[in-house]
């Protein structure tokens, strides 16, 4: 099979790394299997999928049953490779996937990988669960893997709940008496849920003032971090308040999240200060 990059849905980009490269100055073969393996880590990411949790849930595990490599160049020290992996045949048991190494529009290596779905106690086989089924058929046909759903505390407070405890107060060691207010009440809140259900995300639209919206609480888990339900998130936070008719929108960005704010247009309109202990700044945009 001749892969070229329109073929993929999924790329995950990385670069090569001094330790992966051999005596012949070109990279170890057997590294190019640990890249098929970290893209396909952030496959289940696109999938909107937290691979240990959702194989809990599935009450199975993949295990690799055969891997195929065919090699046709070489990628060298500080190359800037995109891999590509797709699923692209699932049978009653089994799942294949087809990746590729690419530089550019070279392709370097291509690959097979046949995972079995097993019990993960006695490891036999079992059949690959319609849901899991489901959503690898749906990602591959270009359908969207999350559903934003946005309402009021009464509504979503469960879901909403959950990750901002898993987030802030388990993760960051905010000080639950500073996380819940009285702002959750009168806020609208947007949850993205994967296809399982799984609430991912999290964030909350405030009325600061007149005509001015505050953005808030915007939490992801952590397995889904550098994916899109934080993005989907802030989108349907920032189109409720332009249909509400707000001019501007403010938050608090963490230092490491301003990155991600000024991709969706935000920029910093002030100097930076503390809370809870976590550098921010104070960042806006008009609508």
Not at 181 to 206: E, I, K, M, Q, W
Not at 239 to 252: F, K, N, Q
Not at 256 to 284: D, K, L, N
């Amino acid at each position: 099979m001749t892969l070229q990059r329109s073929d993929f849905r999924h790329l995950h980009a990385l670069r090569v790394r001094w330790a992966e490269v051999d005596m012949q100055q070109i990279v170890f073969n057997g590294h190019y299997l640990m890249y098929f393996d970290t893209a396909l880590a952030d496959y289940w990411r696109a999938l909107a999928l937290p691979y240990a949790e959702s194989m809990q849930h599935f009450g199975g595990d993949l295990y690799v049953r055969k891997a195929t490599l065919d090699y046709q160049g070489s990628a060298r020290y500080d190359d800037v490779l995109d891999i590509g992996i797709r699923c692209t045949r699932i049978r009653t048991s089994s799942l294949l996937f087809h990746g590729a190494v690419m530089r550019g529009n070279d392709l370097l290596v291509s690959g097979e990988l046949v995972y079995v779905f097993a019990d993960p106690a006695t490891q036999t086989s079992r059949p690959v669960p319609p849901a899991l089924r489901e959503v690898l058929e749906g990602f591959e046909a270009g359908q969207s893997m999350l559903e934003v759903r946005t309402g009021d505390w009464s509504t979503l407070g469960e879901a909403a709940r959950s990750i901002r405890t898993e987030v802030f107060i388990d993760e960051q060691r905010i000080p639950a008496a500073m996380e819940w207010d009285a702002s959750d009440a009168t806020a609208l809140h947007a949850v993205a849920c994967n296809r399982l259900g799984f609430p991912l995300a999290t964030g909350r639209l405030a009325q600061e003032a007149p005509g001015l919206a505050r953005i808030g609480r915007m939490a992801v888990r952590r397995p889904l971090r550098g994916g899109r339900a934080g993005r989907a998130v802030l989108d349907a936070l920032i189109a409720l308040a332009a249909r509400r008719g707000d001019g501007e929108i403010v938050l608090s960005a963490q230092l490491s999240a301003v990155p991600f704010y000024a991709r969706a247009g935000f920029t910093q309109s002030g100097p930076g200060f503390e809370e809870a202990g976590i550098p921010h700044v104070e960042m806006r945009r008009s609508l």
